[in-house]
Nanobody, 119 residues
């Protein structure tokens, strides 16, 4: 079994910064893709950023240039540095990861961490 645990959410003023972390534990061989999604009240969950192992980062247009995703494969951890935060970034942020074991893809989600941007 694999668990993803997020941390780092909170309340921040517009223009501020937060750093989210997501640590994986359990039966991990190697995470292929690690990334972040978010869901605002009344809206569908949307992709924020993701990184394939050994590959480059990919971002949603709405966060490109403000957010930076990084990962530490040795620690099975993915980070999201969020700068120049806007009110519209308010959402529950979810960590996501997948791995392929014996040809089968397994997908995992964290429990979510609240990010609130407000003055």
């Amino acid at each position: 079994q694999v668990q993803l645990v997020e941390s780092g959410g909170g309340l921040v003023q517009p223009g501020g910064s937060l750093r989210l972390s997501c640590a994986g534990s359990g039966n991990i061989f190697v995470f292929r893709t690690m990334g972040w999604y978010r869901q605002a009240p009344g809206k569908q969950r949307e992709l924020v950023a993701f990184m394939i192992s050994g590959g480059s980062a990919n971002y949603a247009d709405s966060v490109n240039g403000r957010f930076t995703i990084s990962r530490d494969n040795a620690k099975n951890t993915v980070y999201l540095q969020m700068n120049s935060l806007k009110v519209e970034d308010t959402a529950v942020y979810y960590c996501n990861a997948d791995q392929i074991v014996n040809g089968i893809k397994y997908n995992y989600w964290g429990q979510g961490t609240q990010v609130t941007v407000s003055s």
